[in-house]
């Protein structure tokens, strides 16, 4: 069977063979670390053996949660933001159709996300859309008081009762939170929703494998066990004692050895627009681990070919302190070649009978040599094919591999204090009780 693979070879000459021998000793000294939980932020390890300790009951429970809710409504809004949004958005987006949204048989169970924006035409414009449609909603939110989608869940609940009576609304209503803190989950317990538990060692951004990824991946018809499976598969190739066979290992290391070469942004490509939430994930994911004490890898990410027509120029040809990672899928889904044509106007028919996977996988080693070229060290992600089970495998490697980086970098990977600063602003000019320094504070700023 095929696994993900990290090929480093057009890094490698950016570093240095010998040079980055020596990563092998400082990735395992951080990956006994991680194992032995003894490094930084040792108490939000719950991810690290998550996919091989899920209980069978919860998966089945998870099943059967999304089918009632399926049952019930032609829309599922999930409500969240951050982890408690990208992780499921990514992985739906990479599975469903590129067309799903304007295929008349998938217009029932639709599911939209809300909660990850403040902007008041999306929400109006939501509200509108769902006027005359039976919803449900999937509210999740670990810490329970995040202001994004406590505002959008105020919104909807208050829509859906209006629609449907509070009775029935709280039938269709599930909670992601914490076990007993925060508002949402004292709402969940006297509104009798149907909840589910987000473990305190499990930070957002670690928590796609959770009910906060599962259900609305499991709304979306996807099948969360092949997930899973994939996502114990890479645990266990993430435990190979071989540094250069370990991808795990590869990946982490030759990342920081680059950023030790002043790499300080990595741009994560691909060349399948189903996989561009998978970069938004992976954006989260690495920089909100890694950007801190004025230290990290910038995140980035690019669809090619598309942007090859955009900001291809500037990986060519800008400043010189960035890096590429490329995810490449080995199988098309589909088959589909360049038909001939007698007059040949276009001047196409030396391509045809070939396959567009084909001319697409060109795109990428012609792209990849340019860069190369242009002094982009280039690491290959290879994917068998884009399926749950591939998906699985691929958010547990980014997820290891980020908290060994954060750990070679000497920083707490676990934590995001960064995002307070500008809530605490926020509230301060809303006014919010309990912020009244802050409110005049930040006002004699505003007003100087
Ligand atoms: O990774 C993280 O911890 C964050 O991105 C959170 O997921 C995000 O801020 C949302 O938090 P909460 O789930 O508490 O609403």
Redesign the pocket.
Known sequence: MKNIQVDIKNALPFIGKDNFEKYEKLVKVQNKNLMNKTGKGNDFLGWLNLPEAIPQNLIDDINVTAKKLKEKSEVIVVV???????GAKAVIESLNDNFHQYKHDTKKNRILFA?QNLSEDYHSELLEYLKDKPFSIIV???????T???IAFRLLRKNLEDKVGKAEASKRIVAI??ASK?A?RNLADQEGYKSFV?DDDI?????VLTP?GLLPIACSGHNIQNLIDGAVSMLKLSQDGNFNTNPVYQYSAIRHALYCKNKTTEILANYNPKLNFISEWWK??FG??EGKENKGIFTASVSFTTDLHSLGQYIQEGLRNIFETVISVEKTKSNLQITSDEDNFDKLNYLANKKIGHINKMAELGATLAHLDGNVPNIRITIPEINEFYIGQLLYFFEKSCAISGYLLGINPF??PG?EAYKKNMFALLEKPGFEEETNNIRKRINK
């Open positions: 969240g933001i951050g982890g408690s949004y990208l909660g999740i939110s670990k810490s329970g008081t995040t994004e989608p406590a939170t914490d925060g949402l987000i930070g957002g951004r670690y928590s906060v989260q994911l909100e681990s934590n995001q995002v």
